[in-house]
């Protein structure tokens, strides 16, 4: 099993809609959550962190957190074409002292 | 965020000849920092934890006599890929954590190495 499961896509959203991704996780124990975006050839980049349960917003950014379910979103709304990257999905293990990441997930904005 | 400066961005290098790849945190210090590898359309995988001023920790199955990390200040940490084959060839990130709570990862550019 997975330790962080991502459905890899594509995910193809038309632009102006919301894109929505999500993630799975199998360790009870991880406390922090993390999207990255990740383009082409070029290394991740931190776009939302989330610590607790419940919907954290950062302007076109949603993430959200069930932990009882072990689960974890990102919503992405008005989708822009410079959105079209792979979006990896992270947690830390219990102990936090590493941060795993799932396989990411491939999203294209259509115009 | 924190800024992460990785060195060189890219390399080509003769199988057999050993790379050099250097890590800085330029705003904050970093006990640790981590070195990863992504092979084409696939995930990330954590190669090793890079200690400042003791070993660094190596996961299961890298060898560590191959990939050798130094971590000798505060702010820099280096991966020396010795010996490089052409199935070296990958792209080597290495981030450091910062942020809240020292749990989110700020990740340095990335360098592409073609070992040929």
């Known amino acids: 099993q997975k330790e962080v499961e991502q459905n890899s896509g594509p995910l193809s959203v038309p632009e102006g809609a919301i894109a929505s991704l999500n993630c799975t996780y199998s360790d009870r124990g991880s406390q922090s959550f993390f999207w990255y975006r990740q383009y082409s050839g070029k290394s991740p980049e931190l776009i939302m962190s989330?610590?607790?349960?419940g919907d954290k917003e950062d302007g076109r950014f949603t993430a959200q957190l069930n932990k009882a379910s072990q689960y974890v979103s990102l919503l992405i709304r008005d989708s822009q074409p410079s959105d079209s990257a792979t979006y990896l999905c992270a947690r830390t293990d219990s102990s936090a002292s590493k941060i795993i990441f799932g396989s990411g997930t491939r999203l294209s904005i259509r115009p | 965020g924190a800024v992460v400066s990785q060195h060189p961005s890219w390399v080509i290098c003769k199988s057999g000849t050993s790379v050099k790849i250097e890590c800085r945190s330029l705003?904050?210090?970093?006990?640790?920092m981590f070195w990863y590898r992504q092979f084409p359309k696939q995930s990330l995988m954590l190669m090793a934890t890079?200690?400042?001023?003791?070993?660094?920790?190596?996961e299961q199955g890298v060898e560590k006599d191959k990939f050798l990390i130094n971590h000798a200040s505060l702010t820099l940490s280096t991966l020396t890929v010795t010996s490089a084959h052409p199935e070296d060839s990958s792209f080597y990130i290495c981030?450091?954590?910062?942020?809240?709570?020292?749990?989110?990862?700020?990740f340095g550019q990335g360098t592409r190495l073609t070992v040929v």
């Open positions: 890079s200690n400042e001023g003791s070993k660094a920790t190596y």
């Open positions: 981030s450091a954590p910062s942020g809240q709570w020292n749990t989110e990862a700020f």
């Open positions: 705003d904050f210090q970093a006990t640790t």
């Open positions: 989330i610590y607790s349960n």
